[in-house]
């Protein structure tokens, strides 16, 4: 892959360096350490669009994806600039709405303002490349050094998270808050291994349209963890035809054949605690209440949402304590 480097960046670093120079031929004997000392505050890192060339102590970091600032917010690191989540805001923990509260914005998704991240004069821009893609990443770069991520699916926060603490130099938080996740869910598996070996799960959520549900598949954020990292088994007639998207959306019609065998059902909450009226149509639906998980109370709403290490864990306590500990 080829080097990229951000313009700007690029020309600060050249003239420092060339400043040094002509120091050094002006008074002899002073030594170029300055030179020497400003070539070291830069390294290279990997990402979706290349090698890329970073400060190695960015203090002014803008999130140029829907999920950056949550995962900035688990490195602790407060962004210089988020999206505006405006009508979406009450999808967010009230800790997450504080931490981006009054934040400068670079407009809504889907809708790049690169003067407004021009105007938050960044140090490092960072984004998910399922959001940010070629056209998008030259423009950024020309305005600061930019480092795009890519995960194996959408839902591949590990692998996201992971390769933004490299860019912005937080890779000691990460592994704190990685250790933790990874002890709380070694800790987990091993204290509720009968409940998860003795059921078949399923997380659904609201389908595509009026009328469907949807599966969270091991692609997906949730998913990964249900499947993936609890290892908690779905039922035979989930499809395993699982798309990038992380999630498959099908006719209520089909719910009797794909919930065969399943014995507990998670389906997601609002931030707040909350039941979405898209949601609660599938779990009033007739077909839904008849199925045998429905009829034991096996169905349980969870309201944390994934992004990072830090959010996982919280997910895996609210499994631990509002279902396996009931079951």
Not at 234 to 245: C, S
Request: proline share 5%; hydrophobic share 40%.
């Amino acid at each position: 892959m080829r080097a990229i480097r951000s313009s700007s960046f690029g020309s600060r670093v050249i003239a420092a360096a060339a400043a040094a120079v002509v120091g050094a031929m002006l008074m002899t004997g002073c030594s170029s350490s300055s030179a020497d000392s400003e070539q070291t505050d830069v390294r290279t890192v990997a990402s979706a669009y290349g090698d890329i060339e970073v400060p190695v102590s960015p203090q002014r970091v803008v999130a140029a994806s829907y999920d950056t600032p949550w995962q900035l917010m688990s490195l602790g690191v407060k962004p210089a600039a988020v999206q505006d989540y405006g009508k979406w805001i009450s999808e967010f923990t009230q800790e997450q709405q504080a931490f981006v509260d009054g934040l400068p914005t670079i407009g809504p998704f889907g809708e790049m303002n690169f003067e407004a991240i021009a105007a938050a004069d960044p140090d490092i821009i960072v984004g998910d490349a399922d959001e940010v893609d070629q056209a998008a990443f030259d423009r950024l770069s020309g305005i600061a050094p930019t480092v795009i991520v890519k995960g194996e699916s959408r839902g591949d926060w590990k692998t996201i998270t992971t390769e933004i603490a490299e860019a912005i130099g937080k890779t000691d938080v990460l592994e704190s808050t990685r250790t933790a996740y990874e002890t709380n869910l070694e800790r987990v598996r091993g204290e509720y291994a009968d409940v998860i070996a003795n059921n078949k799960w399923i997380h659904i959520s609201l389908g595509d349209a009026p009328g469907a549900f949807s599966v969270q598949q091991p692609t997906g954020a949730i998913g990964n963890l249900v499947v993936n990292e609890l290892g908690l088994a779905y039922g035979p007639g989930v499809p395993t035809n699982y798309t990038d998207a992380g999630y498959e959306s099908y006719p209520m019609e089909q719910l009797a054949d794909i919930m065969n065998g399943v014995t507990v059902v998670l389906y997601p909450l609002n931030a707040d605690g909350s039941t979405s009226a898209a949601v609660q149509a599938v779990l009033d639906d007739n077909l839904f209440t008849r199925l045998p998980a429905a009829q034991a109370g096996h169905v349980f709403g969870l309201q944390s949402s994934v992004t990072d290490f830090v959010t996982a864990n919280g997910w895996l306590n609210e499994v631990k304590t509002k279902v396996f500990a009931t079951l």
